[in-house]
């Protein structure tokens, strides 16, 4: 049984969601992963892959395998229940990464 405490129990069924997405490995972000904000400046993803972001994806689902990230604000987004860095393009083997929830 689900049950609003206070107020006029706007955010139950929002709360409720968010706990079956994050339940299911599907939502969220790591906002530490390893020693990864020691991390700064461009990066190979080498030393991404170091720290423990072994998937590194486009927007569209695109594995990325060469390259360099600026690292200075790394939040993988939580996916299947494991940290998945997205990125986007910002010239030739320089990637921006996003953050997602």
Do not use: C
Not at 27 to 40: A, E, H, Q, V
Not at 69 to 83: E, N, S, T
């Amino acid at each position: 049984m689900l049950a609003g405490l206070g107020g006029n129990q706007d955010g139950v069924i929002g709360a409720l969601a968010a706990v079956g997405l994050a339940a299911g490995g599907q939502d969220g972000r790591y906002l530490l992963l390893g020693n990864s904000r020691d991390l700064t400046g461009l990066q190979p993803l080498e030393a991404l892959r170091a720290v423990g972001m072994d998937d590194i994806r486009t927007l569209d689902g695109q594995p990325v395998e060469a390259g360099y990230v600026l690292a200075d604000k790394l939040r993988p987004a939580r996916r299947a229940g494991r940290p998945v860095l997205f990125v986007e393009q910002s010239g030739d083997h320089y990637w921006l990464p996003l953050k997602l929830g």
